[in-house]
T-cell receptor, first 109, second 114 residues
Framework: EDQVTQSPEALRLQEGESSSLNCSYT??????LFWYRQDPGKGPEFLFT???AGEEKEKERLKATLTKKESFLHITAPKPEDSATYLC??????????FGKGTKLTVNP | SAVISQKPSRDICQRGTSLTIQCQVD?????MFWYRQQPGQSLTLIAT?????????ESGFVIDKFPISRPNLTFSTLTVSNMSPEDSSIYLC???????????FGQGTRLTVV
């Protein structure tokens, strides 16, 4: 059974304090690994897709990386507006998305 | 990407009643998906809705409780029937660009059953 585990559950940073979120996964036949951002009261917003180990994607202060067992979402010099819950999901042989529980990020000014 | 409009955005309902959630997409899509997001839990797939055929339900979800309609390629509804407080959750519809690629979500429906 495909599984996605995200850590930490919650992370509190000071503005400008860089850090990383982790997404560990077990999936048969990885088709893609996805990162989403979810703000309170809203649906998940798509950020990145990673397809193979070694791949990296960047968008503003965010960079996602992928290995054969995990993915990291690196946040460089975060701002308060980066506060949100970040979700990781995989798609494998079942062709269904399997989501982790998310990491709730709070960036204090 | 796709623009997905979902309504209502929130509702408070009495136990034993039913609520129908609507999902409208700005382009034609083959499959639409319905998820449930309970507090502190991951998104859980309820069912996949294909136009012209019955929805495919995941383990733990049944058609009598969550009937789905898919009358055309841009619209779907999910009904939460005979509600109990355990049904309080966020319900989300989504579409995928192609099978097993990134999904795009509506803003969700926050349901509270009292």
């Amino acid at each position: 059974e495909d599984q996605v585990t995200q850590s930490p559950e919650a992370l509190r940073l000071q503005e400008g304090e860089s850090s990383s979120l982790n997404c560990s996964y077990t999936v048969s036949g990885l088709r893609g690994l996805f990162w989403y951002r979810q703000d309170p009261g809203k649906g998940p917003e798509f950020l990145f897709t990673l397809y193979s180990a070694g791949e990296e994607k960047e968008k503003e202060r965010l960079k996602a990386t992928l290995t054969k067992k995990e993915s990291f979402l690196h946040i460089t010099a975060p701002k308060p507006e980066d506060s949100a819950t970040y979700l990781c999901a995989t798609s494998g042989g079942s062709e269904k998305l399997v989501f982790g529980k998310g990491t709730k990020l709070t960036v204090n000014p | 990407s796709a623009v997905i409009s979902q309504k209502p955005s929130r509702d408070i309902c009495q136990r034993g009643t039913s609520l129908t959630i609507q999902c409208q997409v700005d382009s034609q899509v083959t499959m639409m998906f319905w998820y449930r997001q309970q507090p502190g839990q991951s998104l859980t797939l309820i069912a996949t809705a294909n136009q012209g055929s019955e929805a495919t339900y995941e383990s733990g979800f049944v058609i009598d409780k969550f009937p789905i309609s898919r009358p055309n390629l841009t619209f779907s509804t999910l009904t939460v029937s005979n509600m109990s407080p355990e049904d309080s959750s966020i319900y989300l519809c989504s579409v995928e660009r192609t099978i097993a690629t990134e999904a795009f979500f509506g803003q969700g429906t926050r349901l509270t059953v009292v």
